[in-house]
């Protein structure tokens, strides 16, 4: 698989970056990598934020969703528990577009004080420890990645098959590559990950060489467009073109409302929080994110995980900075 031609990199505003804009100087020292976990976003420097082209809703949904994201983006593993409650809670009333970003083009670069894969190491383990999602830095280390784009191509190549097992598809590229220290540039991880989630590897790899590149090239383009700053970005509109912005992690409160501003009669539905309809509905959990959905704290949350595990119920995926839970 080759990496996108460098004239595709080029033609991105900036580099996105994962560290918060405090000031003018900080932006001279921008890199891709380097999230601030304080305002919960991975930015790129220099790009005005201009919502003004979002389209439509779709699907008959009265809000949509477009949601600027990236497979290796910390912030964006982050922001997974309240995503997970966003669907459960508002998931008759909104219709959510992923949209890939392009977070690493490649390592052309030596700012922010990371010049090289093994510098990010410490920092995804601090952002770990933050949101309090397993994420372990040591595949900077073991096996670096050169670039985000791969993986980022073969989420939209899977989209052409089936947009569902997409998802699960993305889902599990970023177990791989947050917990599992796995290098997801690699065919053989993307063709493993594909072929789990029940998609055509073999169709998947042809559509990486042309329609899947170009539609992350048109995601990149949209990007531009509405002046995407970083990741995680989310634009909310309605059928009247009203919209709503929210960068970056937030409480999910913070989500609640934004869709309720423009649907003002949307209330959450109460969904079924019993561990086996959770775990059926979204196959692998961290602690966090089931704290999330059962709304209980992060300690009842590990409890309860740990004495299924121990009933031989569920399985655990351990790391050095945290877990993942499956039905055994």
Same mark, same amino acid.
Request: aromatic fraction near 10%; include cysteine.
């Given at each position: 698989?080759?990496i996108?031609?460098?004239?595709l990199?080029?033609?991105?505003?900036?580099?996105?970056?994962?560290q918060?804009?405090?000031?003018?100087?900080?932006?001279?020292?921008?890199n891709?990598?380097l999230?601030?976990?304080?305002?919960?976003?991975?930015?790129?420097?220099?790009?005005?934020?201009?919502?003004?082209?979002?389209a439509?809703?779709?699907?008959?949904?009265?809000?949509k969703i477009i949601?600027?994201?990236?497979p290796?983006?910390s912030?964006?593993w982050g922001?997974?528990?309240?995503l997970?409650?966003?669907?459960?809670?508002?998931?008759?009333?909104?219709?959510?577009e992923?949209?890939?970003?392009?977070? $690493?083009? %490649?390592?052309?670069?030596? /700012?922010?004080?990371? &010049?090289?894969?093994s510098?990010? *190491?410490?920092?995804? #383990?601090?952002?770990?420890?933050?949101?309090?999602?397993?994420i372990?830095?040591?595949?900077? $280390?073991? %096996?670096p990645?050169?670039? /985000?784009?791969?993986? &980022?191509?073969?989420?939209?190549s *899977?989209q052409?098959? #089936?947009?569902?097992?997409?998802l699960?598809?993305?889902?599990r590229i970023?177990?791989?590559?947050?917990?599992e220290?796995?290098?997801?540039t690699?065919?053989?991880?993307?063709?493993d990950?594909?072929?789990?989630?029940?998609?055509?590897a073999?169709?998947?790899?042809?559509?990486?060489?042309?329609?899947g590149k170009?539609?992350?090239e048109?995601?990149?383009?949209?990007?531009?467009?509405?002046?995407?700053?970083?990741?995680?970005?989310?634009?909310?509109?309605?059928?009247?073109?009203?919209?709503?912005?929210?960068?970056?992690?937030?409480?999910?409160?913070?989500?609640?409302?934004?869709i309720?501003?423009?649907?003002?009669?949307a209330?959450?539905?109460?969904?079924?929080?019993d561990?086996?309809?959770?775990?059926?509905?979204?196959?692998?959990?961290?602690?966090?994110?089931?704290?999330e959905l059962?709304?209980?704290?992060?300690?009842?949350?590990?409890?309860?995980?740990?004495k299924?595990t121990?009933e031989?119920l569920?399985?655990?995926?351990s790391t050095k900075?945290?877990?993942?839970?499956?039905?055994?």
């Amino acid at each position: 698989m080759k990496i996108i031609p460098i004239l595709l990199i080029l033609t991105l505003p900036g580099f996105f970056t994962c560290q918060a804009q405090n000031n003018k100087q900080m932006s001279e020292n921008k890199n891709p990598l380097l999230c601030d976990p304080e305002t919960g976003v991975c930015e790129i420097p220099g790009n005005a934020n201009n919502s003004s082209t979002l389209a439509s809703t779709s699907a008959g949904k009265p809000v949509k969703i477009i949601y600027f994201t990236d497979p290796i983006c910390s912030s964006c593993w982050g922001i997974e528990p309240q995503l997970h409650k966003l669907k459960l809670e508002y998931g008759e009333v909104i219709g959510i577009e992923y949209r890939m970003g392009g977070l $690493l083009p %490649d390592w052309s670069y030596n /700012s922010g004080g990371i &010049s090289k894969p093994s510098d990010v *190491a410490h920092h995804w #383990d601090e952002v770990s420890l933050h949101y309090d999602m397993p994420i372990d830095g040591d595949v900077w $280390l073991e %096996d670096p990645l050169p670039s /985000s784009f791969p993986p &980022s191509i073969a989420f939209k190549s *899977a989209q052409l098959q #089936d947009n569902q097992k997409a998802l699960r598809f993305l889902r599990r590229i970023r177990e791989m590559v947050f917990l599992e220290k796995k290098n997801i540039t690699k065919w053989e991880h993307i063709a493993d990950a594909a072929t789990a989630v029940g998609l055509d590897a073999q169709q998947l790899q042809k559509d990486m060489e042309d329609k899947g590149k170009k539609a992350f090239e048109a995601d990149l383009a949209l990007a531009r467009q509405m002046g995407v700053r970083g990741f995680p970005s989310m634009f909310f509109t309605d059928s009247t073109g009203k919209q709503e912005f929210v960068y970056g992690v937030k409480p999910y409160k913070v989500y609640e409302t934004a869709i309720q501003k423009l649907a003002a009669s949307a209330k959450p539905f109460a969904y079924n929080k019993d561990w086996q309809h959770l775990f059926n509905h979204f196959n692998t959990l961290t602690k966090k994110e089931f704290a999330e959905l059962m709304n209980i704290s992060a300690a009842e949350s590990n409890t309860l995980l740990q004495k299924l595990t121990s009933e031989g119920l569920l399985v655990e995926t351990s790391t050095k900075n945290g877990s993942l839970w499956r039905v055994k």
